[in-house]
């Protein structure tokens, strides 16, 4: 089996993340819309605002990780084709 790097692990937690925030967020929504309780929407609201920050946050570190083990370099040098021939 294959390895799953650490860097992808996080940002792959992060957009699941962030996924469910705006999943939580459109229940909270519709919640709102069909006039539930306040008290129900507004805690799907929370719930969803704070996963949307904890989500940043881990994007936010997944980056800095890519950024800092230099693949971030390695993905866009293939991507754009900027790699130097010998």
């Known amino acids: 089996m294959v390895g799953f790097h650490p860097i ?12 469910g925030s705006m999943l939580i967020i ?13 008290s129900l929407y507004l805690s799907f609201f ?11 946050i881990v994007l936010f570190i997944g980056a800095l990780l890519a950024a800092k083990s230099g ?8 991507i754009w084709n900027n790699r130097k021939l010998k």
């Open 8 to 19: 992808n692990k996080t940002m792959t937690a992060g957009t699941f993340m962030f996924i």
């Open 26 to 38: 459109a229940l909270g929504a519709l919640f709102h819309y069909l006039r539930y309780s306040a």
């Open 46 to 56: 929370f719930y969803g605002l704070g996963i949307f920050f904890l989500s940043a």
């Open 71 to 78: 693949k971030l370099q390695r993905r866009a040098s293939d």
